[in-house]
């Protein structure tokens, strides 16, 4: 899988030194200590989330979850981000069937 080196690595590292919310890693600075673009980090935090990392993040940064609140709460934030998606996306719909009318 292309990014498998990096989402160990970044687990590992997230694991070991970023542990809870208080020692949150702020994307500048995981993409200097991992050598990718930002694009490429959210994909690996993605794929870490996917496989069942307890990944969690906030506007601080990203950070290995210490506690059930913070799962709970980058659930609630990404659970935010979905509805905003699903409403771009009704609008966008909703222009189209309007100019095809």
């Known amino acids: ?7 160990k ?15 949150a890693a702020s994307s500048k600075e995981l993409e200097a ?11 690996a935090v993605n794929r870490l989330r ?7 993040s ?6 290995y979850a210490a506690r059930q609140s913070e799962i709970q709460a980058t659930v ?3 659970t935010g981000r979905i509805s905003k998606i699903a409403a771009a996306t009704k609008g966008l719909l909703k222009s189209y069937e309007e100019k095809e009318g």
């Open 9 to 23: 690595a970044l687990c590992e590292y997230l694991k070991q030194y970023r542990r809870g919310q208080e020692s």
């Open 50 to 56: 996917c496989d069942g990392w307890p990944i969690c």
């Open 58 to 63: 906030d506007a601080t940064g990203y950070f």
């Open 76 to 78: 609630a934030q990404l």
């Open 33 to 43: 200590a991992f050598h990718v673009k930002g694009t490429e980090l959210r994909r």
């Open 1 to 7: 899988m292309k990014g498998a080196p990096i989402d």
